[in-house]
């Protein structure tokens, strides 16, 4: 399993610009894809950028896509969401997620909170809040 660690949060200003990184640690050997995830208060998490281990695939959230950069450098084991011209809708707290057994983006893509915890070699990490204010 992998450990994340989510951090780069803040409040900013609609059209303001954001970001954060998810350190990892851990089983890394089979090079895992990586993925950020949002939740809105009261809203279920949702799928927004995704890159494989050595960066060469990349896929985003038609909310996000223009806007939203995902990156990585895997001699810091992080990964980065650059977030431009943020409005009051991307408000919610950002995950980054990990599965040891999941290498291409459209399996980050398609995971789902439940199934992770039914699968060891998925993670989450803590999760760092976004707040947008118009």
């Known amino acids: 399993q992998v450990h994340l660690v989510e951090s780069g949060g803040g409040l900013v200003q609609a059209g303001g610009s954001l970001t954060l990184s998810c350190a990892a640690s851990?089983?890394?050997?089979?090079?895992?894809?990586t993925g950020w995830f949002r939740q809105a208060p009261g809203k279920e998490r949702e799928f927004v950028a995704a890159i494989t281990w050595s960066g060469g695939s990349k896929y985003y959230a038609d909310s996000v896509k223009g806007r939203f950069t995902i990156s990585r450098d895997n001699a810091k084991n992080t990964v980065y969401l650059q977030m431009n011209s943020l409005k009051p809708e991307d408000t919610a707290v950002y995950y980054c997620?990990?599965?040891?057994?999941?290498?291409?983006?459209?399996?980050?893509?398609?995971?789902?909170?439940?199934?992770?915890?039914?699968?060891?070699?998925?993670?989450w990490g803590q999760g760092t809040q976004v707040t947008v204010s118009s």
């Open positions: 997620n990990a599965d040891t057994t999941i290498t291409s983006v459209h399996g980050i893509r398609d995971m789902r909170p439940g199934m992770c915890d039914m699968r060891p070699s998925c993670s």
């Open positions: 851990g089983r890394t050997v089979n090079s895992p894809a």
